[in-house]
């Protein structure tokens, strides 16, 4: 299977409020692994076990939100997400430049 045809067994499998549970249960999990990396209590490798449970969440958030009728379409949510993200970048370019 595809990496986005496994995002959506698992969505189908344990439904969407589980899945979110673990979204926030993963990023909790991250926010913890990178203090303790910055605090040299563990090491590099460990905080990107988390990044990649996060980004694999992620992924299945972005498949829940391009399923939802009322958000819209998976085109329109990767429009919103490709505009948000030039703009962030953007913003961030001229905080840096000031």
């Known amino acids: 299977m595809e ?5 959506k067994a698992a969505i189908e499998k344990w439904g969407v409020p589980h899945q979110l549970n673990k ?3 993963e990023l909790a999990e991250l926010i913890v692994a990178v203090s303790h990396w910055e605090q040299g ?3 590099i490798g460990d905080v990107v076990v988390e990044l990649v449970d996060v980004t ?3 992924g ?15 085109e329109y949510i ?4 490709t505009m948000e993200m ?7 370019e001229d905080k840096i430049k000031q």
């Not at 299945?60 to 391009?66: F, P, R």
């Not at 990767?78 to 997400?81: E, G, K, M, W, Y």
């Not at 030039?86 to 961030?92: I, N, S």
Request: without cysteine; proline residues 0%; neutral net charge.
């Open 3 to 7: 990496h986005e045809e496994i995002l």
């Open 23 to 25: 979204l926030k249960e």
């Open 41 to 43: 209590r563990i090491a």
């Open 56 to 58: 694999i969440m992620l």
């Open 60 to 74: 299945q958030l972005g498949a829940i939100l391009s399923k939802d009728t009322q958000a819209g379409t998976k």
């Open 78 to 81: 990767d429009n919103l997400f």
């Open 86 to 92: 030039e703009e962030k970048f953007k913003r961030l």
